[in-house]
């Protein structure tokens, strides 16, 4: 069962006298899918790779995520390794970062490292994956305190430099 679909996670088999078995499977929740290398790739909520859902489909993997209120994970180079999210860790900590201010990102566009979050009310927040994030994780967690505090309107935040750079 688990090696033919990707969905589950663990099989539980409990064997009850006389001729009864009791079978408790445990799924994963899917929460992204991945567009990269012209594949449309299904991601759980843990960065485990679930299901390719199509190649060469960019425009049908895009209906897929409106239709399954998925984050869209675009890249112009691979996703996955092994099985799981490249990036899953480092996307995990933004994520959380974010969601204590309310933002719920619904895009994730990265590109050599570089990765722009799309929240559903189309504000962009700009982080470098591959150098210090919890440096900038720290400093959104300063500003985003200010911003809500002071109902600061922006169209994007940009947390790369020492001084966050934000566009109004």
């Given amino acids: 069962l688990k090696e033919s679909n990707g969905y589950i996670k663990k099989v539980y088999i409990k064997k009850s006298l006389p001729r009864k078995l009791l079978i408790?499977?445990?799924?994963?929740?899917?929460?992204?899918?991945?567009?990269?290398?012209?594949?449309?790739?299904?991601?759980?909520?843990?960065?485990?790779?679930?299901?390719?859902?199509?190649?060469?489909?960019?425009?049908?993997?895009?209906?897929?995520?409106?239709?399954?209120?998925?984050?869209?994970?675009?890249?112009?180079?691979?996703?996955?390794?092994?099985?799981?999210l490249i990036y899953y860790e480092e996307v995990y900590k933004v994520e959380r970062v974010l969601s204590?201010?309310?933002?719920?990102?619904?895009?994730?566009?990265?590109?050599?490292?570089?990765?722009?979050?799309?929240?559903?009310?189309?504000?962009?927040?700009?982080f470098d994956l591959t150098n210090n994030l919890e440096t900038q994780l720290a400093r959104m967690l300063l500003i985003g305190e200010k911003i809500n505090e002071d109902m600061i309107k922006y169209s994007s935040i940009d947390l790369r430099f020492e001084r966050p750079v934000m566009e109004l």
């Fill in 24 to 84: 408790n499977i445990e799924e994963y929740t899917p929460l992204y899918i991945g567009y990269s290398s012209e594949s449309c790739l299904l991601f759980a909520d843990t960065g485990e790779l679930i299901s390719t859902i199509c190649e060469e489909c960019e425009a049908e993997c895009t209906q897929y995520v409106s239709d399954h209120n998925y984050t869209l994970i675009t890249s112009e180079s691979l996703l996955e390794s092994g099985g799981k």
């Fill in 100 to 126: 204590t201010f309310k933002y719920e990102i619904n895009s994730l566009e990265i590109s050599e490292g570089i990765s722009i979050f799309k929240d559903r009310d189309n504000h962009s927040f700009i």
